[in-house]
């Protein structure tokens, strides 16, 4: 998620002032339960100057926010399919998973003002 992120965003023109490890930066979207899990997680986050996403176009931030998002929707979802069709004990419900989880996860990050894909529609729309 969070390479994706600065690899988009390196060939849109973003700088970056660091890199790290916390845990979700909005626990609100998630369901209790989910939500500590989610603040406790340890996450790789690429950061992004202000600067940079204040100079970027529209189009340019629209990739940027939603490649992360794109890219853990991809990734989860092929590595269930592999798993799947190489009958891994566990792939077939894996990849059922993977699906719903990421067409929930895509739902609301685009309902969600600041979720990737929310972002990245305000990005468009700016």
């Not at 997680?41 to 794109?70: D, H, M, N």
């Not at 739902?107 to 979720?115: A, D, M, S, Y």
Request: with cysteine; charged share 15%.
């Amino acid at each position: 998620h969070a390479l994706a992120h600065y690899l988009a965003g390196r060939a849109v023109g973003l700088r970056f002032r660091g890199y790290g490890v916390r845990g979700t930066d909005h626990p609100e979207v998630y369901p209790p339960g989910i939500r500590q899990l989610m603040q406790a997680a340890p996450f790789y986050v690429a950061l992004s100057t202000k600067a940079s996403r204040e100079q970027a176009s529209g189009r340019a931030k629209a990739i940027y926010y939603a490649a992360g998002e794109t890219s853990t929707a991809i990734c989860s979802i092929a590595y269930a399919a592999i798993s799947a069709a190489a009958n891994i004990p566990g792939g077939q419900p894996l990849l059922v998973v993977m699906i719903v989880f990421n067409v929930i996860s895509t739902i609301v990050t685009t309902r969600n003002p600041t979720g990737d894909y929310g972002k990245a529609l305000h990005a468009l729309r700016s």
